[in-house]
């Protein structure tokens, strides 16, 4: 039996006095596809956050690649977020720096600025159909660019599972198709795969391509949607 790449038992999440998520159990197992519904203000993003420890539950448990979230001390959770790439539903970058230097941050930072890992960048700019704008700048691409460019800076560091807050939020259908295609792909290469939106269409045309559940957070709960989206 494969150990959980994620798995939240019975969690719970209070902000402010009100409880936003209420007795949420999932577990992820390695290599799945997994969508997340729900109407605006659901908690998705929150949902998202427990998943790669950005925030601790009020009470249950969240285990990363099976260690519990609350035992982690700073430089542990940071090394178990490198093995989550998370692509932002409102990417930022660092303007006055090339599109290729924002990509690579993530290296720059955990000092792996390595010649092999300058070659991989090129082969996933070369993926994500960027390499001809990796000396722009980011206010000089489009949305689907930046949507591509957030994709490829949440892939650099390998990590094993990837988690997208809304990423075709900004982008047109055809700009959003070839995102999905590029989201299915890193799940046939066995990486763990969870993808938040509202965009049911999205969720439908992914259908054909990857076996996918599809989760739904409604009235503070996680249900298992049905197969009629």
């Known amino acids: 039996m494969d150990v959980p790449v994620i798995e939240l038992e019975n969690v719970a999440y209070s902000y402010g006095g ?15 596809f997994h ?6 203000g659901a908690g998705k993003t929150t ?8 925030l601790v539950p009020t009470s249950g448990y969240a285990r990363l690649f099976n260690r519990d979230v609350r035992d982690l001390d700073r430089d542990a959770i940071a090394l178990v977020r490198r093995r989550v790439g998370v692509v932002h539903q409102d990417c930022q970058f660092l303007d006055h720096l090339p599109v290729a230097e924002n990509i690579a941050l993530p290296l720059t930072v955990s000092g792996q600025d390595s010649i092999a890992q300058q070659s991989n960048l090129k082969e996933l700019m ?24 957030a994709l490829a800076r949440a892939l650099i560091m390998s990590p094993d599972v990837i988690l997208a807050d809304e990423p075709t939020g900004n982008v047109d259908w055809e700009m959003s198709q070839r995102l999905l295609r590029l989201l299915v792909e890193l799940n046939k290469m066995g990486k763990t795969v969870m993808i938040a ?4 269409a999205l969720i439908r045309a992914a259908k054909s391509q990857v076996q996918a559940r599809v989760l739904r957070i409604s009235n503070r ?9």
């Open 18 to 32: 009100g409880e936003l998520l209420s007795d949420i159990s999932l577990k992820l197992a390695p290599g799945s």
């Open 35 to 40: 969508f997340l519904t729900g109407p605006s």
């Open 47 to 54: 949902f998202l956050k427990l998943c790669y420890g950005a």
């Open 126 to 149: 070369a993926w994500v159909g960027l390499n001809n704008r990796a000396n722009a700048l980011p206010p000089e691409l489009s949305g689907g660019e930046r949507q591509r460019a």
């Open 197 to 200: 939106t509202h965009d049911l």
């Open 221 to 229: 709960r996680l249900q298992l949607a049905g197969a009629d989206l």
